[in-house]
């Protein structure tokens, strides 16, 4: 059976790395881990099977007392995130980026930037409007979004206009581990990774 592979961790910043032949590649760096399981889910008792894993570290003042409950005597994590996982694993048991070696495919996941309220040019991509014969201040307006004979009048469902843009989740396949550094505990990945520096990323292998 494969074995599932899976970390947490926050995005550190970009870089590039050269590989053997001499070519750079783009890279993200991101502080991972170490992962203590807090909770093993069983298809007995929870219909289902996964193990919890907590990250990070907060003050025990900033959990609420179910929380407290749940994670005692174990390090009061800063988040708790649920991976499907093969092998038996017991609660209080610690998982390290050793997992993980260079050439490995990896999925990652995060929260994406937030760009606030954007226009359908940055959001969307539109052209806008000619930059002549007088045009004034209409050149990154929408143009006619179609009117009384499509929907009854209405906009229809879909319509890609102005609205709020980032702070999604979003995912990105076929990423490879290039470097892991157990003593620093950080994982350089190639490409680019959602978010912001310090944004919690999920990574798991493909």
């Known amino acids: 059976m494969k074995t599932n592979k899976y970390m947490l961790g926050t995005k550190e910043k970009m870089t590039q790395v050269f590989d053997e032949g001499g ?11 170490p992962l203590t399981v807090t909770q093993v889910r069983t298809d007995e008792r929870d219909g289902y099977e996964a193990v919890q894993v907590g990250f990070g570290e907060r003050r025990e003042t900033r ?18 995130r649920e991976f499907k996982d093969s092998e038996a694993r017991e609660r209080g048991q610690t998982i390290d980026i050793s ?16 760009k606030g309220f954007q226009g359908v040019v940055k959001r969307h991509g ?3 409007g ?8 209409k ?6 979004i179609g009117g009384g004979g499509r ?6 469902k879909g319509m890609r206009m102005a609205g709020r843009m980032g702070g999604e989740r979003v995912t990105v396949k ?28 999920e990574i798991r292998s493909a």
């Open 63 to 80: 959990l609420s007392k179910p929380v407290r409950g749940h994670l005692k005597d174990l390090p009061n994590a800063r988040y708790l």
């Open 151 to 156: 929907a009854g009048g209405r906009v229809v």
């Open 139 to 144: 050149e990154r307006s929408p143009g006619s």
């Open 174 to 201: 076929n990423l490879r581990v290039l470097q892991v550094d157990p003593e620093s505990r950080t994982l350089v990945i190639s490409g680019a990774v959602p978010g912001r520096r310090g944004t919690l990323v």
């Open 99 to 114: 997992i993980f070696s260079p050439g490995d495919e990896v999925t990652v996941s995060a929260v994406s930037k937030g």
């Open 23 to 33: 070519v750079a590649h783009a890279a993200t760096v991101i502080s991972a881990g």
């Open 130 to 137: 000619p930059r002549s014969h007088g045009q004034k201040d």
């Open 126 to 128: 539109f052209a806008g």
